[in-house]
């Protein structure tokens, strides 16, 4: 089988340092290779093959589709090409042997119940239980948000990353906006780096709060250099990494912790649980960032509560507040904080 796509416009993903960096197409079947054609337009003129391709065949990595041209998989304008880097044309034709992986594999439908808060012609709110990941992953390929949204509406497979222009970890619970259609996505995301979307969560952290509330923490986050797979506040003069803020306020203290709400200033990866880690408070049960398990919690102790933006298509400031889980109130309790003396106001 073939199909003929054609270069969209700039990844969204390099615009929001949240967002995931695939997008669902709908993949060849499990075992079958497929010869896929593509064309480049104006947007591709002067690119790197392999990032023209990254783009139009999203349900594959980048790395892997440079695995394909090194073996000979692509071919451009009839002839066989072997260098990722070469720059491509516009007018240029190409086609691509595309082998199924585990992770193009992942792109599929999965009926699956969501808690829709919101939802009109270009944009649904979501609120996301804990445990559910939100995009494929090695370890998590099936069974995530993105699979769900495939399976409810038949437009999300034409969007990068089925409409998810940011993300929650698979153990924070709370609010998430996805977009319906192309125009909106690019909006919504425009408004992320823009930081014209208010994200606010409840968080509860090991040890009383001292000191002054609200307060602006401002700490660069970046790889941790000691393990890879962990984010940490770095020194830029020495490390990698980005600017990050966060606005933390006490809500109530209790002798064992201290329950919070934090406003992202900005949206690095982990930067709640890091910020708070960096402050002397991680997250109960965050084990990643110093946590322990502890007030029956088993998952970080984060939830994205409130979520408000002005819609890109109609100009209405909108805002939506979702319920603390079960799991956070029950521990609140446990810690002797009531949940209505806990609420924010």
């Given amino acids: 089988m073939s199909k003929t796509t054609s270069i969209i416009s700039a990844d969204p993903a390099e615009t929001d ?24 337009d104006a947007h591709g003129h002067g690119e790197r093959l392999d990032r023209v391709l990254a783009a139009q065949v999203p349900e594959f990595s980048r ?17 066989p090409v072997l260098r990722s880097a070469q720059r491509v044309k516009a007018g240029d034709r190409g086609q691509v042997e595309l082998r199924p992986t585990p992770q ?18 270009h944009l649904l709110v979501v609120n996301k239980p804990p445990g559910l990941v939100v995009h494929p992953a090695p370890g998590h390929w099936r069974g995530t948000l993105l699979n769900g949204l495939l399976a ?5 497979a034409t969007l990068p990353r089925a409409g998810i222009v940011h993300r929650l970890d698979k153990d924070t619970s709370g609010l998430m906006v996805v977009a319906r259609d192309r125009p909106t996505m ?16 409840l968080a509860l952290g090991h040890r009383p709060w001292r000191g002054i509330s609200p307060r602006e923490v401002e700490a660069p986050i970046g790889r941790d250099s ?11 003069a020495r490390e990698g990494g980005k600017p990050a803020a966060t606005q933390i306020e006490l809500l109530a203290n209790a002798a064992e912790g201290c329950w919070v709400r934090c406003t992202l200033r900005t949206g ?52 939506f507040q979702a319920p603390v889980p079960t799991d956070l109130v029950q521990a609140l309790s446990t810690w002797g904080l009531g949940y209505n003396e806990a609420l924010p106001s």
């Fill in 152 to 156: 409810r509406d038949a437009r999300a």
């Fill in 104 to 121: 193009s594999q992942a792109f599929q439908p999965e009926p699956m119940a969501l808690d829709v808060v919101y939802e009109d012609a």
């Fill in 63 to 79: 790395s892997y589709l440079q695995q394909l041209i090194a073996d000979g998989a692509v071919h451009l304008n009839g002839q």
């Fill in 17 to 40: 340092p949240d967002a995931p960096l695939d997008a669902p197409l709908e993949a060849g079947s499990e075992g079958e290779s497929e010869l896929r054609a593509f064309a480049v």
């Fill in 186 to 201: 690019d909006a919504l995301v425009r408004l992320i780096a823009a930081r014209e979307v208010s994200r606010q969560y």
């Fill in 226 to 236: 000691s393990n890879r797979l962990r984010m940490a506040v770095v020194d830029l």
């Fill in 268 to 319: 690095r990866t982990h930067q709640i649980r890091v910020h708070m880690a960096h402050l002397g408070h991680p997250l109960v049960a965050d084990t990643v960032y110093g946590g322990t398990l502890t007030a029956s919690l088993t998952r970080q102790a984060l939830h994205a509560y409130r979520l408000a933006f002005t819609h890109p298509a109609t100009g209405q400031p909108l805002a």
